[in-house]
Nanobody
Framework: QVQLVESGGGLVQPGGSLRLSCVAS????????MSWYRQAPGKERELVAT????????NYADVVKGRFTISRDNAKNTVYLQMNNLRREDTAMYYCNTKGFGIEYWGKGTLVTVSS
């Protein structure tokens, strides 16, 4: 059974930082590209960042470029999202995602709230 478990969310002031983690089980982690998505209240889910299997290639949504960094540790089956210079508009539920063999997997999410 595939599981993706996110952690690291919380309340942070504008300009602050958080690091999200997602631990995967039930898959050969090193063979899967991984992504972070987010969904703000009243909005559609959007892709935030993606990282390839070996971590060499990363892609980001324009709104987070230069502020967020996605990384992975294949030995720990973990993907990270370092978020710096957070803005109020980054407030959302953040989800870990991967897909393979026509199947898509999602975690339950971790809530990030940016507020003073």
């Amino acid at each position: 059974q595939v599981q993706l478990v996110e952690s690291g969310g919380g309340l942070v002031q504008p300009g602050g930082s958080l690091r999200l983690s997602c631990v995967a089980s039930g898959i050969t982690f090193s063979r899967y590209s991984m992504s972070w998505y987010r969904q703000a209240p009243g909005k559609e889910r959007e892709l935030v960042a993606t990282i390839t299997t070996n971590g060499v290639i990363t892609n980001y949504a324009d709104v987070v470029k230069g502020r967020f960094t996605i990384s992975r540790d294949n030995a720990k089956n973990t993907v990270y999202l370092q978020m710096n210079n957070l803005r109020r508009e980054d407030t959302a539920m953040y989800y870990c995602n991967t897909k393979g063999f026509g199947i898509e997997y999602w975690g339950k999410g971790t809530l990030v709230t940016v507020s003073s």
